[in-house]
């Protein structure tokens, strides 16, 4: 009988201790729930439970590879050269379009600036041609010629042969107390032979009209009729083109600034993008029996 008593006895402490062990371990695991306090903005602090000295379960976030890029870096490089910056941050989809619309507007401007040089070298040709229609073995426009008509419209006395030397001082002068029927005076002077200003002007102004070979002789008066040289409003046309291809070569130039201001943008937004992709949230919190913090891991992915 003392014997099935003791052993009674022996089960139901046994019993008794197990169960309130369990009910320490439930009890542990209710309350020791952590509560992330992230070291980048505020720390907050949370009771484990009653009987246990309050503990702070402090959490921090770094980067799963320990390489964290730089957001400066990656603008530098996407300024030098778009898409550098997105492929360092490993977007290389965004990287390879920013890298093909870098390729196909300077491409672009290759195309536009050969051209333009090519309508230049037309529209020059076409005004230093020889005359095909006066036989005068002067070019098509030639500054002797316009020295020469400004002679009969005037009465003036311009040194042709001068003139004919590419020598405009004398010329210049003149245009620049000239004046048309109107009474105003010329707005510009002829530019040096050969420069593009000399083109530019010839193909632009209607004083300059009569010194195309084609000029209709009875209109040579002050009031400089275009219309009555059609070579002029060719001429004029052919510089036109000449200017509006230039002008795509600019806008060309335009475009490629502004993708790599775009990629620069894009590039700091990327490489912040990925500094978010992995995060490691290491922390501790207090053991459930012994009540002692235990350091503990979590890793974060974003897709």
Same mark, same amino acid.
């Given at each position: 009988?003392?014997?099935?008593?003791?052993?009674?006895?022996?089960?139901?402490?046994?019993?008794?201790?197990?169960?309130?062990?369990?009910?320490?371990?439930?009890?542990?695991?209710?309350?020791?729930?952590? #509560?992330?306090?992230?070291?980048?903005?505020?720390?907050?602090?949370?009771?484990?439970?009653?009987?246990?000295?309050?503990?702070?379960? #402090?959490?921090?976030?770094?980067?799963?590879?320990?390489?964290?890029?730089?957001?400066?870096?990656?603008?530098? #490089?996407?300024?030098?050269?778009? !898409?550098?910056?997105?492929?360092?941050?490993?977007?290389?989809?965004?990287?390879?379009?920013?890298?093909?619309?870098?390729?196909?507007?300077?491409? #672009?401007?290759?195309?536009?600036?050969?051209?333009?040089? &090519?309508?230049?070298?037309?529209?020059?040709?076409?005004?230093?041609?020889?005359?095909?229609?006066?036989?005068?073995?002067?070019?098509?426009?030639?500054?002797?010629?316009?020295?020469?008509?400004?002679?009969?419209?005037?009465?003036?006395?311009?040194?042709?042969?001068?003139?004919?030397?590419?020598?405009?001082?004398?010329?210049?002068?003149?245009?620049?107390?000239?004046?048309?029927?109107? !009474?105003?005076?010329?707005?510009?002077?002829?530019?040096?032979?050969?420069? &593009?200003?000399?083109?530019?002007?010839?193909?632009?102004?209607?004083?300059?009209?009569?010194?195309?070979?084609?000029?209709?002789?009875?209109?040579?008066?002050?009031?400089?009729?275009?219309?009555?040289?059609?070579?002029?409003?060719?001429?004029?046309? &052919?510089?036109?083109?000449?200017?509006?291809?230039?002008?795509?070569?600019?806008?060309?130039?335009?475009?490629?600034?502004?993708?790599?201001?775009?990629?620069?943008?894009?590039?700091?937004?990327?490489?912040?993008?990925?500094?978010?992709?992995?995060?490691?949230?290491?922390?501790? &919190?207090?053991?459930?029996?012994? !009540?002692?913090?235990?350091?503990?891991?979590?890793?974060?992915?974003?897709?």
């Amino acid at each position: 009988m003392r014997v099935v008593i003791l052993i009674t006895m022996l089960t139901v402490g046994a019993s008794a201790q197990e169960l309130r062990k369990l009910q320490f371990v439930q009890a542990g695991k209710e309350l020791a729930k952590p #509560m992330p306090v992230f070291f980048s903005s505020s720390e907050l602090s949370n009771p484990i439970w009653d009987g246990f000295q309050e503990e702070r379960s #402090m959490q921090f976030q770094t980067d799963a590879t320990g390489k964290r890029r730089s957001l400066v870096l990656a603008g530098l #490089m996407s300024a030098a050269l778009p !898409g550098a910056g997105e492929f360092y941050a490993e977007s290389y989809l965004r990287s390879a379009l920013f890298l093909a619309i870098e390729g196909v507007l300077w491409t #672009m401007h290759a195309r536009f600036l050969n051209q333009g040089n &090519q309508a230049a070298r037309d529209y020059k040709n076409f005004a230093d041609a020889p005359s095909d229609l006066l036989q005068d073995g002067r070019s098509r426009w030639s500054a002797a010629r316009y020295a020469e008509r400004l002679n009969q419209i005037y009465g003036a006395s311009l040194d042709l042969q001068r003139v004919a030397r590419n020598d405009f001082s004398e010329l210049n002068a003149f245009e620049r107390q000239a004046k048309y029927a109107n !009474g105003t005076t010329f707005s510009h002077t002829l530019p040096p032979f050969g420069s &593009q200003q000399y083109y530019e002007l010839i193909g632009k102004y209607d004083h300059y009209a009569v010194g195309w070979d084609d000029y209709d002789a009875r209109q040579l008066n002050a009031s400089f009729n275009e219309r009555a040289s059609q070579r002029f409003l060719d001429f004029g046309v &052919q510089r036109q083109e000449f200017n509006d291809i230039l002008n795509r070569a600019t806008t060309m130039v335009t475009f490629v600034i502004l993708n790599h201001a775009l990629s620069l943008i894009d590039a700091v937004i990327a490489t912040a993008q990925y500094n978010e992709r992995f995060n490691v949230f290491l922390e501790s &919190q207090p053991d459930p029996l012994t !009540g002692q913090l235990v350091p503990r891991a979590n890793l974060r992915v974003t897709f």
